[in-house]
């Protein structure tokens, strides 16, 4: 058997603009909408949108890992 | 026994999803982390091979945390998602898929499967037909016993990989639970 074969897949650790790369390919390609439309309506509906839809709990996972957390609340100065 | 260290818990729990994977593709395995919780993932699906037939497309997510244990780490699974699907008419189309997420939804927290089917109860895709804990090795099993999916190795090596890698999945299991499944 050629040694290629045997070879164990290999993994590349991505940034999160990658993953949300992939959540939008996986949301045009299930859902016909972007990643940024997905994540919009799940924020708003939450796991009622993932009720058996084919495909869309991998998106709420993914969504998970994209969301950006970094942003700071504007708080008013006193 | 658990790992050292985060790092090593991390590596070990890749690499066991890694090797099972790599019995039936060459597809490079996409990882990301937030925190402490992991993705591995395959986006787009990847073709498959199979004996006879038209090709599939395997996709799979499964998310980990690494967490203390027993005076070193363990990697725990959180969710799995592992679907099958075929080209028709130029689009992908999911058959089957087999989920556990529990913490995405409070009121579905059991394995299940759901499966693409026309009956006279109606479509069946969302349905949550319950299941036993999938790992990935049963899902491939599943795939070449079944779909008649195509092994990169030989028959011993590709056995093997798979019974090892399933034991060692059980032997770390934190989910044995005698409880009803639906609650």
Same mark, same amino acid.
């Given at each position: 058997?050629?040694?290629? *074969? ?14 949300? *790369? ?23 509906? =939450?796991?009622?949108?993932?009720? =058996? ?26 | ?9 991390? /590596? ?11 019995? !039936?593709?060459?597809? !490079? $395995? ?6 402490? %919780?992991? $993705?591995?993932?395959? %986006? ?15 996709? !799979? ?24 699907? !075929? ?5 992908? %189309? ?18 299940? $499967? ?6 006279? %109860? ?26 008649? $999916? ?14 090892? /890698? ?18």
């Amino acid at each position: 058997m050629p040694k290629t *074969q045997n070879r164990v897949v290999g993994i590349k650790w991505v940034s999160k603009s990658k993953l949300r *790369q992939a959540l939008d390919s996986r949301a045009r390609r299930v859902l016909g909408v972007s990643g940024a439309v997905f994540e919009k309506q799940y924020a708003a509906s =939450g796991p009622r949108s993932l009720d =058996g839809k084919a495909g869309t709990v991998e998106l709420a996972t993914l969504c998970f890992f994209t969301k950006d957390r970094s942003a700071r609340k504007k708080s008013k100065r006193s | 026994m658990p790992a050292r260290n985060q790092n090593e818990a991390d /590596n070990n729990f890749a690499h066991y999803f890694r090797e099972s994977l790599s019995v !039936v593709t060459n597809a !490079v $395995v996409t990882a990301g982390r937030e925190g402490d %919780e992991r $993705v591995l993932l395959y %986006e787009p699906p990847v073709k498959l091979q199979r004996k006879q037939g038209d090709p599939l497309f395997l996709s !799979v997510t499964q998310t980990y945390r690494v967490k203390p244990h027993d005076g070193g780490f363990k990697a725990t699974t959180t969710s799995y998602s592992y679907e099958l699907s !075929v080209k028709k008419d130029g689009l992908l %189309e999911i058959i089957a898929a087999f989920h556990w997420h529990p913490a995405k939804t409070a009121k579905l927290k059991w394995p299940h $499967v759901h499966i693409r089917g026309n009956t006279a %109860e109606g479509d069946l895709g969302r349905k949550h037909f319950p299941t036993a804990r999938i790992s990935i090795e049963d899902f491939l099993r599943f795939l070449i016993r079944d779909f008649d $999916v195509k092994p990169r190795p030989e028959y011993a090596v590709w056995k093997e990989i798979l019974t090892r /890698n399933k034991r060692e999945f059980v032997a770390n299991a934190s989910w044995l639970d005698w409880k009803p499944l639906i609650s």
